[in-house]
């Protein structure tokens, strides 16, 4: 996509989606270090300098006893990055997932739900909280894992519409997780959707993990780009 015309499309007011960039998330104390996770900030910065039309900063928010977190389910079935559970739709004991089980990170209140103190934040309109509910995981920064019907919204969709976005661009943490699935769900509500390469790192670099998202996020229609194409160029000329 980076040789696509420089000219922005006729109907364009893009906003810039900031995902988790969080102590929790990024060596070299956080409990879910994402390796490389803070060499992104300076190109993050870099594009929270551009006129983007809205700036929204996304932060992970968990209450301690959120189902995520393995040390609150029951051993053996308990181990961190290896254990897996299944979870009900507390409105819909049909519709049930399996999710990944995590140690425990970016609880409120702690150092490690903070955004890295050298994140440009005073460029950010606004900041989202998302994970607030104890009962259901939400990688996305939209809504959570459930569709019939959905637990938890954040509210970053009515953000959106409200500003009148038609194209959202995203980087932060882990390409692997919530930006894969918070750019699925920009798509899916109807925004054209870029996720910019330089501006993310997934938990893992290989085929399993951003070879694996970057083959979905293709399937829905959203394309990697650079921070040299044209895409974001265009962004330039909102000036």
């Known amino acids: 996509m980076d040789d696509c015309h420089e000219a922005p499309p006729a109907l364009y007011k893009p906003a810039l989606l900031v995902i988790d960039i969080q102590e929790d998330f990024c060596p070299p104390n956080g409990s879910l270090a994402v390796e490389g996770g803070r060499d992104i900030v ?30 609150n389910h029951e051993a053996p079935n308990n181990e961190p ?10 409105y819909n004991q049909s519709e049930v997932r399996e999710t990944q089980l995590w140690p425990i990170h970016c609880v409120q209140g702690t150092l490690g739900a903070e955004l890295l103190p050298e994140l440009h934040v ?22 959570d894992i459930f569709e019939a019907p959905s637990v938890s919204s954040s509210g970053l969709g009515e953000i959106l519409k409200e500003a009148a976005i038609t194209h959202v661009y ?23 959707t870029y996720v910019v390469r330089e501006g ?37 000329t909102q000036q």
């Open 122 to 143: 005073d460029r950010v309109d606004y900041i989202v909280e998302k994970g607030l509910d104890k009962r259901v995981e939400m990688y996305s920064a939209f809504a």
């Open 81 to 90: 990055f290896i254990c897996r559970a299944k979870i009900t739709n507390p």
């Open 170 to 192: 995203l980087v932060g943490l882990a390409m692997d997780y919530c930006v894969k699935w918070s750019a699925i769900d920009a798509r899916k509500r109807g925004f054209i």
């Open 200 to 236: 993310t790192k997934a938990v893992d670099p290989g085929d399993g993990g951003w070879g694996a998202a970057q083959a979905e996020l293709e399937k829905f229609g959203v394309p990697i780009v650079g921070v040299t194409g044209s895409e974001v160029k265009w962004v330039k």
């Open 42 to 71: 300076p190109i993050v910065n870099d594009l929270l300098d551009l006129p983007f039309a809205l700036k929204i900063a996304t932060k992970d928010f968990h209450p301690p006893d959120h189902i995520s977190f393995a040390s």
